[in-house]
């Protein structure tokens, strides 16, 4: 299709049934969906712009996900204080955790961007496509309520929850195997993703452990965080059995 003034790049609503697909819900009013995938730049270079940019929805999905969140922690761990609670929400979105999400449903690809954003890598930049995907929940919460946004953050959060709740509540593995690699070899670990897996909705990451040129272990988790505290956790195991058997 020829680009014109009103469709700077391609992508954007027009191709969107992949993504709807992806998380498991059709609109029915599409303005919706046209307006979550709205970047700013491409309104920058239509001439008769018919949608606004994303950025309300990206404010408005901000506090759907944090109710969202908040609910889910509150009917996980109905015993944590308020100050653990915030710190494993904090973790949970965090930009890290929404821009692979996105990534994860090639939200980037249905993005209408400018021209210039596109040419300089905005379908990747990852604060871009974490604030596109809470355009996204906003738009769903608009259009079909929060049943369907719900049901969308569990699948995406619910199998994260262990492993924040272990980083937050628990013993911290990549700190105490920093300092023990530091002690032992006089170096500090270095983390490298060696395979992601699974569909979509459901990726596994395997991260392998290194100090120096030396491989220690490697985990495997359903975030590349929770995959380096499972590899520092292997690593430690291995150290300190090491140690005591070391000693007469």
């Known amino acids: 299709m020829r680009e014109t003034d009103e469709q700077p790049v391609a992508g954007g609503a027009a191709s969107a049934e992949g993504l709807e697909t ?9 303005r919706f969906l046209d307006e979550a995938l709205t970047h700013r730049s491409w309104l920058n270079e239509v001439r008769s712009p018919t949608v606004p940019d994303n950025e309300r929805l990206e404010f408005f999905g901000d506090a759907i996900l944090g109710f969202c969140i908040g609910k889910m922690l509150l009917q996980h761990y109905p015993e944590s204080r308020e100050g653990t609670l915030a710190r494993m ?5 965090g930009e890290e955790t929404l821009a692979d ?3 994860a449903v090639e939200l980037g690809s249905y993005l209408r961007l400018g021209r210039g954003e596109e040419r300089s890598g905005g379908r ?6 974490a604030n596109a995907l809470e355009a ?28 924040v709740a272990a980083g937050v509540k628990g013993r911290d593995f990549k700190t105490d195997f920093q300092e023990l690699a530091h002690a032992l070899y006089g170096g500090l670990p270095r983390y490298v993703l060696v395979d992601t897996s699974g569909p979509a909705h459901d ?13 220690l272990g490697q985990g495997a988790g359903r975030s590349k965080k929770e995959a380096e505290q499972a590899a520092a956790r292997q690593c430690l195991e291995r150290l300190e059995a090491g140690r005591r058997s070391a000693v007469p």
């Open 22 to 30: 992806s998380i498991g819900y059709r609109f029915t009013d599409r």
């Open 124 to 129: 990747h930049r990852r604060s871009l496509l």
């Open 203 to 215: 990726l596994r990451f395997t991260v392998a452990a290194y100090v120096g040129e030396q491989l």
């Open 89 to 93: 929400k904090s973790a949970l979105v």
């Open 136 to 163: 996204l929940l906003a738009a769903m919460y608009l259009d079909g309520g929060m049943a369907p946004v719900e049901r969308l953050v569990d699948a995406w959060f619910g199998p994260r929850l262990a492993g």
């Open 101 to 103: 999400l996105a990534a």
